[in-house]
């Protein structure tokens, strides 16, 4: 007697045997599985491909609506945000400080140890220099100025951002300068020129150049924590903070060249 494929299968131990299911139908019946003898192994399950798992809801970086925050919100917003790791290790963020309808903008990199405690930016050496640099321009924070920071919270060991942190705090600056409508903005620093201006060219070759942010002047110099290493940097700082009051003063007049 012939045996059918099916029943050579069996008899070779090959078993169960899955048969495709015809389309639209039920499936063809499969030979039962030969008996197994004493102590001999089960045959192995047939093990489920995992379907994967419902996708969390993205963590992501501030909202949509930071765009539409007023400045309680855009506080509250930025004290509770955990849009990075840097929130992970923070006393407390630090969204800026200064007069909410200034003339001057100044941007730096992000928060230090001090600045991490107070709550303010530019509180320590580098703050002290900040100051004595806004007095030679007449001007002190809180008076016309708004100093705030590429990122809110302080990265480890006061290391520069990195470019994942300054865009994910991106939006709330963004948000600060919209509500602030400065009429020059300075840019202390690289981190602070990657995050306003996209651009990782080195400070020199962008010193003394009029830039614009959302038909805002701005300019770019050093950051005072740099300046406190490098002292002979700091006339042209200076110079970089003339060229900046200059601009401002051509808003007024605006036939003035620049």
Same mark, same amino acid.
């Given at each position: 007697m012939s045996l059918s494929r099916e029943q050579m299968l069996v008899e070779m131990g090959i078993s169960p045997i899955w048969v495709v299911r015809e389309k639209g139908g039920e499936p063809a019946p499969a030979v039962a599985p030969a008996p197994q003898s004493a102590g001999e192994a089960p045959p192995s399950a047939v093990v489920a491909v995992p379907q994967p798992a419902p996708l969390r809801e993205s963590v992501a970086g501030p909202a949509a609506a930071v765009d539409a925050m007023n400045w309680p919100e855009l506080t509250?917003?930025?004290?509770? $945000?955990?849009?990075?790791?840097? $929130?992970?290790?923070?006393?407390?963020?630090? @969204?800026?400080?200064?007069?909410?309808?200034?003339?001057?903008?100044?941007?730096?990199?992000?928060?230090?140890?001090?600045?991490?405690?107070?709550?303010?930016?530019?509180v320590g050496q580098a703050g002290k220099l900040l100051d004595n640099m806004l007095a030679s321009l007449d001007i002190s924070r809180g008076n016309k100025v708004y100093i705030g920071n590429a990122v809110k919270c302080r990265p480890p060991g006061n290391r520069t951002p990195?470019?994942?942190?300054?865009?994910? $705090?991106?939006?709330?600056?963004?948000?600060?300068?919209?509500?602030?409508?400065?009429?020059?903005?300075?840019? @202390?620093?690289?981190?602070?020129?990657?995050?306003?201006?996209?651009?990782?060219?080195?400070?020199?070759?962008?010193?003394?150049?009029?830039?614009?942010?959302?038909?805002?002047?701005?300019v770019v110099t050093y950051h005072p924590a740099y300046l406190l290493r490098n002292l002979p940097d700091k006339s042209k700082a200076w110079e970089d903070l003339l060229f900046a009051r200059r601009l401002l003063n051509a808003l007024a007049t605006p036939e003035l060249p620049f």
């Open positions: 509250r917003a930025v004290a509770e $945000c955990k849009a990075c790791p840097l $929130c992970q290790q923070r006393k407390q963020a630090v @969204l800026g400080v200064g007069d909410l309808n200034p003339d001057w903008l100044f941007i730096g990199e992000g928060p230090g140890a001090d600045e991490d405690v107070q709550g303010e930016p530019f990195e470019a994942a942190e300054m865009a994910a $705090c991106r939006p709330y600056l963004e948000r600060q300068i919209a509500l602030l409508k400065p009429k020059i903005i300075v840019l @202390l620093g690289k981190a602070a020129v990657h995050s306003v201006l996209h651009d990782d060219k080195s400070l020199a070759s962008l010193r003394g150049k009029r830039f614009e942010y959302a038909g805002i002047p701005v």
